[in-house]
């Protein structure tokens, strides 16, 4: 066998082994770089410190009671309050338990004729908060029915005129319970909105004879009912 011949061999053997190598490489699997693996979605709770803003309309019932002459006065005012509250909420499954502390200007305020009619009877609201705890369900994960009760407080402000011998006001701080329950819908991870009625019990004091009367002592009683609208942002 001559070169001529062993040097065409060799050529035909290269093709064939190019030409064979192509064909297996067609036939190979291509690699595919895995996915990235999908997170989960988390699931809404309402666990968390969460702060807000409301504001509402309220009515209230003042009484004026002069003693000893046993008489008494009455006047109901109504008017508007807003403000910020503040919490922390815990969920159990369904369930949510929680604390929340508000604090409102409010603007309510009335007179009427005193049981002498040659003077006027007036009272005002001007300041409303609470201190309360909250138990609420979830019929659904984004929206909380509650029930609310706690401490209540008020700035109250109780007049009579004109003053002739007595100073005619009378101010004090009271301090009572207040009761109500609420809804509240999550319309994202973070913020919600939420309407609240809740009842405030402010009980009685008494001002001195000097002060809202010349000759008798005074005891005023109120009590407020109270609707707000509110959102909170949750963290």
């Known amino acids: 066998m001559g070169v001529g011949m062993i ?12 030409l064979t190598g192509s064909g297996v490489a067609a036939d190979l699997p291509t690699y595919k770089s895995p996915m990235a693996p999908i997170a989960p979605s988390l699931a809404f709770t309402w666990t968390g410190f969460y702060v807000g803003a409301h504001l509402g309309g309220a009515w209230d019932s003042d009484q004026f009671h002069f003693t000893p002459a046993n008489t008494n006065s009455h006047n109901d005012a109504s008017g508007v309050f807003a403000g910020g509250q ?3 909420n815990y969920q159990i499954s369904s369930f949510v338990l929680g604390a929340e502390g508000d ?8 007179s009427s004729l005193c049981p002498n009619p040659s003077f006027t009877c007036g009272h005002s609201i001007d300041f409303l908060a609470s201190l309360r705890a ?3 369900f979830t019929p659904t994960d984004r929206l909380l029915l509650y029930v609310t009760g706690g401490a209540a407080f008020a700035d109250i402000h109780h007049t009579t005129s004109p003053a002739v011998i007595d100073t005619g006001t009378y101010s004090s701080t009271q301090v009572g319970w207040a009761l109500g329950g609420g809804l509240e819908y999550a319309f994202t991870n973070n913020w919600s909105a939420k309407v609240e009625y809740l009842y405030y019990g402010l009980g009685s004091s008494t001002a001195a004879p000097g002060t809202l009367s010349a000759a008798n002592s ?5 009590n407020v009912n109270s609707v707000k609208l509110g959102v909170n942002y949750r963290f």
């Not at 040097?7 to 190019?18: E, I, P, W």
Request: charged share 15%; no cysteine; hydrophobic share 45%.
């Open 7 to 18: 040097r065409q061999l060799l050529l035909s053997g290269t093709v064939l082994a190019l």
């Open 86 to 88: 503040i919490g922390y």
């Open 103 to 110: 604090a409102s200007w409010a603007n309510l305020s009335s």
């Open 134 to 136: 909250r138990v609420g």
């Open 218 to 222: 005074t005891r005023v009683t109120d």
